[in-house]
Each structure stands twice: as C-alpha cells, then as structure tokens.
C-alpha cells in the first residue's frame, strides 16, 4: 500500500469514527423513546415493537408546545435579526478599504474570543433596570448581540473572497443606489454563508440554556433546553420518556440542516478567508 492510499485510508477510518461518536448517542435515544416504561433489553437493539404512547405524554407532560413556540421565536427572530443586519454591515466592512473600517472589524474578531458569560452579571443588571426579563425581546436581542461578530465575519470573508466588485460597479453605472446593489445584487449570492450563519446561530439559540435560565425564569416563556431540564428532574425514573421528548426538541435542527447541508461546506469555506 503506497503512502497516499495509507493516509487516506487513516483519515476515512478516523471520519468514521468521529461519525460513530456522534451517531451512536442519537441511536440510543432512538430506541429508548420507543420503549415502554419497564423495557430493560439492551439499548443497542431496537424492539420489536413501536410505541408512540412516550412521545404523545411527553408532549402534554411537558408542556412541548408552549417551549417550542417560545423557541421558536426567538430563534427565528434572531436568526432574520443577525442574517439582514449582520450582512448590511459586512458589506462596507469587506468593500471600503480604511483604517477606520478595518479597526471596526478586528474589533469584531476580538469580541468573538471573550466568553459571553463574563458579560452575564452586567448584562442581568441592565436587563432588570430596563424591565425586561421574561421577554421574548431580551431573548432575541441577546442572542443577535453574541452571534453578530461571527455574522459580520464570515459575511464579510465571502463576499471579499467570492463576489466579484464588477457585478456591482455595473449596477452602480446602470444608476443603483447602495441598497439597490446590495440587495439586489449582492445579497442575492449570499446563499451558501447565509446558509451558514443560519445553521450555526439557529442550533446554538436552539440549544440554549446558559442565558435562557437567567432571563426567561417564568414558566410561560420557558425554552426547550429549560423545559426539558425541569422535565428530566422530575423523570429521572422514566429515561424513556426523557429521550421521546429530547428527540422532539431536537428534530428541527436536524431537519434544518439537512436542507440546507448543501450551501453550509461552501459557505463556512469561502467565509472563512481572509481576502
């Protein structure tokens, strides 16, 4: 075997076992939210049967629907928040060469280095001054205000690595204003970093818990991660039950980014360049 074809062969069993690590543990939570309470047979063989009975009472138990409509928008709030505004201001970030314009960006990639949770008794102090808690828009804000550098950086890295300034000078010389090439003609091949931003803040919102325990304490604006934390508590007796409501909360993400798995690759490549 020559040392090309060895290398290749190291790095395909090393992704499979990268893969297996992180299948395995969904496998498992498969065949438990299929049980029956009682079932002791192995975890790493599905029954040979189906119930469903775990899935319908964890949804009511749990009160899924009021979490998944919480979740929902805050994460698409500020998924729409971080795509429109995080791209407006990368364009002139990744377009204008000035001293000003690239301390504004370095600025950007400082901040995505500071923990978010050193900011976390600060920020609980003003979010109670303003009245704040237990919104949906403290929620939505927070989330865009962490994941905006890493918006404005990747936007950024594409469009000065990817789209061409002659798309645009000819919509300028056509009569098009800024927000005309923008939106018109550069937003629109922003596909694949889109994609991107969209799958990377989305399954982080998705899956908060560190700010959600802190802001959203009542019950009726409670997320997924802090429903199903509480649900766990009081089911520790009941794995099966967990694991039907822990494979509801996360099928969306999943489902997202099955669709949209395409643009992710090229749009993490080409917006991590620097150009």
């Known amino acids: 075997m020559s040392q090309n074809r060895l290398i290749k062969w190291l790095l395909t069993m090393l992704a499979l076992i990268i893969s297996a690590l992180h299948i395995i543990p969904f496998y498992i939570l498969l065949v438990m939210a299929f ?3 009682g079932d002791f047979s192995s975890t790493w063989i599905l029954p040979d049967y189906l119930t469903f009975s775990n899935f319908t009472e964890a949804w009511e138990r749990a009160n899924l629907l009021n979490a998944f409509t919480n979740t929902f928008i805050i994460t698409v ?6 795509i429109v505004f995080g791209s407006m201001a990368a364009y002139p970030l990744a377009r204008v060469k000035s001293k000003l314009n690239q301390f504004v960006f370095f600025l950007f990639v400082a901040i995505m280095v500071i923990p978010p949770l050193a900011a976390l008794v600060p920020l609980y102090n003003l979010v109670v001054r303003m009245g704040m808690i237990n919104t949906h828009e403290i ?3 927070n989330n865009f205000a962490s994941f905006l550098p890493l918006t404005i950086f990747l936007y950024s890295g594409f469009i000065r690595s990817t789209i061409p300034k002659e798309l645009e000078e000819a919509a300028r010389i056509d009569g098009a204003g800024v927000l005309t090439v923008f939106f018109r003609v ?3 091949l922003l596909k694949p970093v889109t994609a991107t931003v969209l799958i990377i803040s989305s399954v982080f919102i998705w899956n908060d818990y560190q700010f959600a325990i802190f802001f959203l304490q009542d019950s009726s604006v409670h997320t997924l991660t802090v429903t199903l934390s509480s649900f766990f508590g009081e089911n520790q007796s009941n794995l099966n039950l967990v694991a039907a409501a822990a494979l509801m909360a996360s099928l969306p993400m999943i489902i997202l980014f099955l669709l ?3 643009y992710f690759i090229a749009g993490l490549s080409a917006g991590s360049v620097k150009g």
Do not use: E, H, S
Not at 77 to 82: F, Q, R, S
């Open 35 to 37: 049980k029956v309470r």
């Open 77 to 82: 709030g500020a998924a729409l928040l971080l």
């Open 139 to 141: 929620a939505i804000l």
């Open 186 to 188: 550069v937003f629109p």
């Open 260 to 262: 949209l798995q395409k």
